[in-house]
């Protein structure tokens, strides 16, 4: 019993981390409606970021958070405005450009560090709480932490706030939006930047989880577009619960079936909503469409 | 939803000048005797002749890719499960029944054939994005799955495939010899896209890449159109498999399914060459295997990934500002200087 609580929880915290990487694609994706295949990047930018303002600053990494998010946003929106707002309506061309910024983030940090990895893990990861005798790592219970409150958070900015319901709008229909005097353009540019900068987020409280390395984007891009489409498109609930799903999934097929097997039985079960309710779990019926249409 | 694949120039030229099946294979001939000029120049040369090796057959994997992906409009990035199902299969024919590879290429290429009407099936019911994401995942549980299996595939430590030079066992001291094989089987490839581009399947892809659902309401059937359409696109990499296999002799999951190098790979050679025309990837990969090639050699001696971070520009630059492809701006130049001589 007791191993069955110990792998519930192990399964939650990895669901916590996927679902903080999720919130920003899930944004990307499913409002701006760019298939980004570089976010796993973004992340691992972000995380190199935070070990450079770490290991030559000496500012600790959950104070370096509020440096790295925002350089994030800016980099996001840069990258939006010269690569992928020229292609907003074009798809199958998203996916070349941003499969090639992949290979260009990837081999750049490559470059520069000279394929040494890195790691700041010794220091923090070692805390360890326990508590009934089980047993859950201190970093990763902030990361659940962040999670959670970023859901919230981002829940609360989309339905209080005015810039939150012109994304909200966009999402319903862009079209119409922009006849209520909603600058569409604008809406993508920030919520471009601020998916980059939740990657950032994800990325700095990752960095004493993780060795670094430039290819460690590959982990989460798969794993984050199958949370968000398990999801729903556009949903901050669908991307939070999504990724504790599939965190329970390969946690427990890990343990119970094969841990080689853990990945491929949560894609096979990606792959399955995707076919049977491709609007996924909590996203609305049809939303998976709309924004893929050509509207200009 | 349409892509930027669309050949206006090629289809406008049909119309003018209406060629006959002969006249459009001997145009195609001579293209390829072009693409063949390299290996005479250079057959003694064993590091570039291994080079065109290489690029000759990538040129007919893309061609392959690019029946579906260019024109029937598919975003495949799961091609790398065919391209491995087929090696595999030559090997196990190969090694455990002694059948020579010349003829183990079938039963691959059925294979492969196989497994992708059974992926497709369920996923060609999402479009565009979707569907992309959805091989992709589909390539990576078949990445975990030929690590797992290790009676099949020999698991992560692969298959080693012995050298024995002779050609009943597709093995040859010389790389000349692949180089030519590769070649044919890129000739092939290119054959069989002019055929299937005049076709009833062709047309009817292409209908489906332009519009879907006006297709269906046309009273093509599409799920049957974009199956045969990927059986023949996964037939033709499984048989690049299985060359890909006896050449390179050493297979294992990562040199089969590493999404960059192999699945996506395909697609990037065809959107540098040109999506959906039929020459594109063949400019494409006698382009960018070469020059990948060059710079690893050159930037990549000095800077780890030196030569992956020009290639990552290329491919970005390429889908902002060269959507057609080379042939396709080529052929766009082409038609609007015979457009000003003949107003």
């Not at chain 1, 370096?64 to 707002?85: E, H, K, N």
């Not at chain 1, 520069?112 to 790592?137: C, D, N, P």
């Not at chain 1, 700095?204 to 498109?233: E, K, M, Q, R």
């Amino acid at each position: 019993m007791e191993t069955f609580f110990n792998i519930l929880i192990s399964g939650i915290l990895l669901g916590g981390i996927y679902s903080l990487v999720s919130i920003g694609l899930n944004l990307i994706f499913g409002v701006v409606r760019i298939v980004n295949f570089a976010q796993g990047e973004i992340v691992m930018l972000a995380m190199y970021a935070t070990y450079f303002c770490t290991t030559y600053l000496g500012i600790n990494p959950y104070i370096a958070l509020f440096l790295v998010a925002p350089l994030m946003f800016l980099f996001g929106a840069a990258v939006q405005r010269i690569v992928l707002q020229p292609l907003q309506n074009e798809p199958m061309m998203q996916i070349f450009a941003t499969f090639g910024l992949l290979i260009l983030f990837e081999n750049s940090v490559l470059a520069l560090t000279r394929g040494e990895a890195h790691s700041l893990s010794g220091a923090y990861s070692s805390m360890v709480i326990s508590l009934f005798g089980l047993k859950a790592s201190g970093v990763r219970i902030v990361v659940f932490l962040a999670a959670t409150g970023i859901a919230f958070a981002l829940m609360f900015f989309l339905q209080n706030t005015m810039p939150g319901k012109a994304i909200r709008a966009v999402i319903q229909d862009r079209q119409s939006a922009r006849l209520m005097g909603i600058n569409v353009e604008r809406t993508y540019l920030l919520t471009f930047g601020l998916g980059t900068a939740l990657a950032g987020v994800a990325g700095a409280l990752l960095t004493p989880i993780y060795t670094l390395s430039p290819y460690i984007g590959g982990n989460f891009i798969l794993a984050a577009f199958a949370v968000v489409v398990l999801g729903g498109l556009g949903s901050v609930p669908g991307a939070y619960f999504g990724g504790l799903i599939v965190g329970l999934i390969e946690s427990f097929s890990g343990y119970y079936v094969d841990p080689a097997l853990k990945q491929a039985i949560w894609f096979i079960i990606f792959v399955a909503v995707l076919v049977v309710r491709p609007s996924g779990l909590m996203g609305q019926v049809g939303a998976e469409e709309v924004g893929l249409r050509e509207q200009s | 939803m349409t892509t930027n694949a669309a050949p206006l120039a090629e289809a406008d030229n049909a119309r003018t000048r209406p060629t006959t099946l002969l006249s459009l294979v001997a145009r195609y001939a001579g293209l390829l005797m072009l693409a063949f000029v390299p290996l005479i120049v250079m057959w003694n040369d064993p590091y570039w002749i291994n080079i065109l090796a290489y690029a000759y057959l990538f040129a007919a994997l893309a061609g392959a890719w690019n029946v579906i992906g260019g024109f029937g409009g598919q975003f495949s990035l799961g091609h790398g499960v065919f391209f491995a199902i087929g090696a595999y299969t030559v090997a196990r024919f190969y090694l455990d029944l002694g059948v020579t590879p010349w003829l183990a290429v079938f039963p691959a290429a059925a294979l492969a054939t196989v497994a992708a009407v059974l992926i497709s099936w369920p996923t060609f019911r999402l479009r565009g994005p979707f569907f992309a994401i959805a091989t992709m995942a589909i390539n990576e549980v078949c990445f975990a799955l030929a690590n797992y299996t290790e009676r099949m595939t020999g698991g992560p430590r692969g298959i080693l495939i012995p050298f024995r030079a002779g050609f009943s066992n597709m093995i040859f001291a010389e790389r000349w010899k692949y180089a030519l094989l590769t070649f044919g089987f890129m000739c092939i490839v290119v054959l069989i896209t002019v055929l299937l581009r005049r076709s009833r399947l062709g047309h009817y892809l292409l209908a489906i890449r332009e519009d879907e659902d006006a297709s269906r309401a046309a009273g093509i059937d599409v799920l049957k159109v974009k199956l045969v359409g990927m059986a023949v696109s996964a037939a033709l990499t499984g048989i690049g498999g299985g060359i890909f296999a006896m050449y390179v002799r050493v297979l294992d999951p990562p040199t089969l399914f590493t999404l960059p190098d192999i699945g996506v790979k395909f697609a990037l050679i065809s959107l540098i060459g040109g999506i959906g025309t039929i020459m594109g990837p063949v400019v494409g990969a006698l382009l960018i295997v070469p020059v990948e090639n060059f710079l690893r050699g050159t930037i990549g001696g000095e800077i780890p990934g030196g030569h992956l971070i020009v290639l990552g520009i290329v491919f970005v630059c390429a889908s902002l500002f060269l959507k057609r492809g080379i042939v396709g701006a080529f052929t766009e130049i082409l038609h609007r200087i015979r457009n000003r001589t003949r107003p």
